[in-house]
């Protein structure tokens, strides 16, 4: 299945053919909006010239030189430096524990559950960002191990229109950012009436 997250032909080839850039994406995929986020691997990829990411080579890359890579205009994050630092420390946790492979994350699970507990463990993925990821896993990238749906809380539900695991094309992408504006306004008001009380 092609991915649609950058909403550019290019940037979504890359994250459809590249679990690495799926997984980067996701790790860039805060305080920014979520196409900037997901074109993100394809700028770095050029940056480097390389049709694809590579963990060991990041993972190696001197890191004063990827920071200022990211920074160049233009930025490839809001945080180009932090999120450079956050990039190289997830490559080199793959390089360790998956032989820079980030479909051996995935290969052997038994279940959902052991499946978001290893991205859970990932630099820079909490468990939110480790539930979204497992649903996109599920839904766009054919890996569904038992129990995936359940293990990825809301986010594993179809159809249910909540996170980048959802997004195919222009409407769903619409639909998620009007489920997350709702959400927004909802938080907005609780906090006001918790104020008043």
Not at 91 to 119: A, M
Not at 132 to 151: C, D, H, S
Request: glycine share 8%; net charge positive.
């Amino acid at each position: 299945m092609e991915m649609r997250l950058a909403q550019e032909p290019r940037a979504d080839a890359l994250l459809s053919r590249s679990p690495l850039a799926a997984l980067v994406g996701m790790l860039l995929d805060q305080q920014v909006p979520m196409e900037w986020a997901f074109a993100g691997p394809y700028t770095i990829a050029t940056r480097l010239g390389a049709d694809d990411l590579d963990a060991h080579e990041i993972a190696a890359y001197d890191p004063e030189e990827f920071a200022a890579m990211l920074s160049a205009k233009p930025a490839v994050h809001r945080y180009p430096g932090s999120m450079a630092k956050r990039i190289q420390q997830l490559c080199q946790y793959l390089v360790e524990h998956y032989d820079g492979d980030p479909t051996k994350l995935w290969g052997d699970v038994d279940s959902g559950t052991e499946l978001r507990k290893r991205l859970h463990e990932l630099p820079g993925f909490g468990e939110q960002k480790a539930k979204i990821f497992l649903a996109l896993l599920g839904k766009q990238m054919g890996v569904t191990p038992k129990g995936w749906r359940e293990a990825a809380g809301g986010y594993g539900a179809p159809k249910a229109y909540r996170s980048v695991a959802d997004i195919t094309g222009p409407d769903s992408l619409h639909k998620v950012r009007a489920h997350k504006q709702e959400l927004k306004a909802e938080a907005k008001a609780a906090a006001a009436a918790a104020k008043r009380k």
